[in-house]
């Protein structure tokens, strides 16, 4: 399965993006990590399937949103109210399993990460 992200790029504090991952084939569990200069890889939110269970990272409740087209077999991040912390390079992942897990080693896909910069 390979994963190709899109849809990130520059913005201010407190606008929105919305990035996208396409997987080429099927997939259960899909989720979003990202990581800053400098520091390891971190949990964003992640979309379990078929059981359609969302999970987020606390710092980005009620700011970002996870969903997903089956029909597509692609997710979205919905980031709104957007903050200069948020910038990092996003990853999709998913993983074989249906799992509701935030650990990174348990995804077995990666893409190759969109960036996203949010300037104050």
């Known amino acids: 399965v390979q994963l190709q992200a899109s849809g990130g790029g520059l913005v201010q504090a407190g606008d929105s993006l919305r990035l996208s991952c396409a997987a080429s084939?099927?997939?259960?569990?899909m989720g979003w990590f990202r990581q800053a200069p400098g520091k390891e890889r971190h949990f964003v939110a992640t979309?379990?399937?078929?059981?359609?269970?969302?999970s987020y990272a606390d710092s980005v409740k009620g700011r970002f949103t996870i969903s997903r087209d089956n029909s597509k077999n692609t997710i979205y991040l919905q980031m709104d109210s957007l903050k200069p912390d948020d910038t990092a390079v996003y990853y999709c992942?998913?993983?074989?399993?249906?799992?509701?897990?935030?650990?990174?080693?348990?995804?077995?896909?990666w893409g190759q990460g969109t960036q996203v910069t949010v300037s104050s």
């Open positions: 992942a998913a993983a074989r399993a249906s799992t509701s897990s935030t650990n990174s080693r348990d995804y077995d896909y």
């Open positions: 084939g099927r997939t259960f569990t």
């Open positions: 979309m379990r399937w078929p059981i359609t269970r969302t």
